[in-house]
């Protein structure tokens, strides 16, 4: 499978903090990969790297369809196809639903004048092919800070999708939601995989992890402590796993002990 | 729409929803209409022999504007959540501008001064306004407390160039920017009066219908969202600290040729009015929402306040305690009102 995104050789330093230490990762085309992690462990680092809005130290190489790229910043990840859902904090509480849906990317002319009716109705369109807004009190000019949970989690999947995303990653999507809130965040995920793009999924809860990834790689101390392709692990062997990094920081006794 | 399709019939509510809606909307807008209209109609009430003349509108129109010109621009920091302090002493540094510039000039061609004094009088408030918006954004600043610094550096370095003293601005009333800036429109209509309305208008459809608007109420809402959206938070910020530069330099030029002379003390009573229009106006101090619409009336609701309360027969002692009173009551309304709709 070609690689899509390619990290090679990731280190990053806060300060005295080393967040990530010479980290390899790499996203197949149309796969769901899963990253696990404890709090601390490097996940948000190594996706904020991915997303240009922080630099990999010197010595780190990333490379987009084979394609290497230097200076990577917000706008130009957004670009590639790079697309973050972030739990909460990437929606503007008191601005409308389609101010939202457009946030950085509203459709305007050469002037920079906005096209507001045409934001309006593809945000009304969205709303019910997509978001599966039914509720008559929710426009296209309601204002977010009032949604749910669940709901603003469909607004920032939905925005996601509809700028054609090659790689969308979900950054906790799963936290604070419902259960049936939850479900429906799952099934965004397996329409990811479906729509033939590329998705990671960061999580704590290694049971919404485990069915919806192709492969699951756990994140130590700002290292990659092992990963797996779905299909070798149970979810009780990768339970048993995962509290043996907690413990140990390591995979390698429990490779040995298996070999 | 969507119980249309369903098949359902649609409710006789629909329409009173549409009204609701909209009521909601609009909510603050039309809360300082009101409190416009109600002061009005009480000081038409106490003293109609002043209310009912057109003359109390005529110094309404040309006196306004003088603070108006500038709450209105400073309407987009606010949203952007920040905050500027510096405007009153860029008024006046705007002026030492054109000081110079008309003083080298005008033993040659005082007309050729006049404009070019105005020109450069424009640019010095870019500038200066330019300066707050990077100290603020590139250095990380506060801008309460940069734009407090600026104030005093802008009144300094006015006072140095131009030693305290005044300058008169009769040649002006020679050039075409005479009848521009501080003319009549038949007689009856200020001109300040109606470039406080272009302003309005212009600003008005920047922050909504513009790209700049869009990325000046996200910035103000949640920066650090903006950011991972791509915003350029940075150049937004600086953008609206250099407009609301420019727009003070303007002013102070208005109100020097209002009154036919430059004053180094000019600039020094605007702040307090101004920034009242944009809070009174119901604009948020937390960012992310206000409207032009609101700090332009609000601007008006505290011009009409002191003659009002003059004309009503008190004494002018009344007119801070009714004037804090306003705003403290209103901006208190407003913020019930944005937790119960909201």
Not at chain 1, 74 to 95: M, N, P, S, T
Not at chain 1, 174 to 181: D, H, N, P, R
Not at chain 2, 4 to 28: D, H, I, T
Not at chain 2, 176 to 193: C, D, E, K, T
Request: glycine content about 10%; charged content about 15%; proline content about 3%.
């Amino acid at each position: 499978m070609a690689d899509l995104v390619r990290m090679r050789n990731i280190s990053k330093t806060f300060g005295e903090v080393a967040a990530l230490r010479n980290v390899e990762f790499e996203v197949g085309s149309n796969e769901i990969v899963g990253l696990l992690g404890d709090n601390g462990a490097g996940k948000s680092t190594l996706v904020k790297i991915l997303t240009g809005y922080h630099q990999a130290d010197p010595g780190g190489e990333l490379y987009w369809k084979d394609q290497k790229i230097d200076h990577l910043s917000v706008a130009k990840a957004r670009d590639l196809g790079i697309e973050v859902v972030y739990q909460e904090r990437a929606l503007a509480d008191l601005q409308s639903l389609w101010r939202n849906i457009f946030m950085g990317r509203e459709l305007c002319n050469r002037w920079g004048i906005l096209d507001t009716e045409g934001m309006r109705s593809t945000t009304q369109r969205l709303m019910s092919t997509q978001m599966g807004f039914t509720s008559s009190a929710i426009t296209p000019d309601s204002v977010v800070g009032t949604f749910s949970g669940g709901e603003r989690q469909g607004v920032a999947i939905t925005r996601a999708l509809h700028f054609q995303a090659e790689l969308i990653i979900l950054d906790e999507p799963t936290m604070g939601l419902s259960v049936t809130e939850t479900k429906k965040c799952l099934e965004f995920v397996t329409g990811i995989k479906q729509a033939g793009k590329s998705a990671i999924f960061i999580d704590h809860n290694i049971f919404h992890v485990h069915p919806v990834a192709d492969r699951i790689v756990v994140l130590d101390r700002g290292t990659v402590a092992g990963q797996f392709m779905k299909d070798q692990v149970s979810l009780d062997q990768l339970i048993d796993m995962l509290s043996l990094v907690a413990r140990t920081g390591t995979l390698q006794a429990n490779n040995r002990s298996a070999a | 729409m969507n119980s249309e399709a369903e098949g359902r019939p649609v409710s006789p509510v629909a329409g009173r929803g549409r009204l609701a809606r909209f009521a909601r909307k609009y909510a603050m807008q039309i809360a300082i209409v009101c409190v416009l209209v109600l002061l009005w109609a009480f000081f038409l009430w106490r003293s109609p022999q002043t209310f009912a003349g057109y003359a109390i509108y005529n110094s309404l129109m040309s006196t306004t504007p003088y603070y108006a010109l500038m709450a209105i621009p400073l309407t987009l920091v606010i949203i952007a959540k920040e905050i500027d302090l510096s405007f009153g002493s860029i008024m006046a540094w705007g002026m030492a501008a054109y000081d110079v510039v008309f003083l080298a000039l005008s033993p040659t061609n005082p007309s050729l001064g006049v404009w070019l004094g105005f020109v450069a009088c424009l640019l010095a408030g870019l500038l200066a306004g330019l300066l707050n918006g990077v100290i603020v954004v590139r250095l990380g600043i506060p801008s309460l407390v940069a734009t407090l610094g600026t104030q005093y550096f802008w009144r300094g370095v006015v006072l140095v160039v131009t030693n305290g003293q005044g300058l008169g601005m009769t040649p002006v009333k020679a050039t075409f920017l005479y009848p521009a800036l501080v003319g009549r429109i038949a007689g009856l209509i200020p001109m300040q009066f109606v470039w406080t309305i272009l302003f309005a208008v212009v600003a008005w459809f920047f922050l909504n219908r513009h790209k700049f608007g869009a990325h000046v109420y996200l910035t103000g809402d949640n920066t650090e969202s903006a950011k991972l959206m791509g915003v350029d938070v940075a150049r937004t910020k600086i953008l609206t600290f250099a407009i609301v530069g420019a727009a003070a330099a303007f002013a102070g030029f208005v109100v020097s040729e209002g009154v036919l002379f430059l004053w180094p003390t000019l600039g020094q009573g605007a702040l307090l009015n101004t920034l009242a229009s944009v809070f009174l106006g119901g604009t948020s101090v937390f960012g992310g929402t206000g409207s032009i619409f609101g700090t332009f009336v609000a601007a008006f609701i505290i011009a009409i306040i002191n003659p009002g309360i003059v004309a009503a027969g008190w004494t002018a002692y009344w007119t801070q305690l009714i004037y804090g009173a306003i705003i403290v009551v209103s901006i208190s309304v407003q913020a019930l009102l944005r937790r119960r709709l909201t």
